[in-house]
Nanobody, 122 residues
Framework: QAQLVESGGGFVQAGGSLRLTCAAS????????MAWFRQAAGKEREFVAG????????KYADSVKARFTISRDNAQNTVSLQMDSLKPEDAAVYYC???????????????WGKGTLVTVSS
């Protein structure tokens, strides 16, 4: 039912920055916990960052803490991921996801975007 569309992926050199944006439609956006996951070639999809719909509580994977920042704009129905100091190991397809609870777990996400590719060169 809900549709999530990511944008902002691209190619950057190590140490550079990108800002990913996810636009949601077909749902009561402000009620959803929103999250970003990523999946590199040959690896499992992993949690990157999340933000709840109520109090705006944020959670980050240890690997991106202090480098990535998640935010949301309920008036625009968007969630963004500011990625700074990018490393080659950050290269992956990044997916926007949503759930009606407060779970950060991949298994409990209700909706997924198609993903946007981030490439980081050394």
């Amino acid at each position: 039912q809900a549709q999530l569309v990511e944008s902002g992926g691209g190619f950057v050199q190590a140490g550079g920055s990108l800002r990913l944006t996810c636009a949601a439609s077909g749902c009561t956006f402000s009620r959803y916990t929103m999250a970003w996951f990523r999946q590199a070639a040959g690896k499992e999809r992993e949690f990157v960052a999340g933000i709840t719909g109520g109090a705006g509580i944020k959670k980050y994977a240890d690997s991106v803490k202090a480098r990535f920042t998640i935010s949301r704009d309920n008036a625009q129905n968007t969630v963004s991921l500011q990625m700074d100091s990018l490393k080659p190991e950050d290269a992956a397809v990044y997916y926007c996801a949503a759930n009606e609870g407060i779970s950060w777990s991949r298994a409990f996400m209700d909706y997924w975007g198609k993903g946007t590719l981030v490439t980081v060169s050394s």
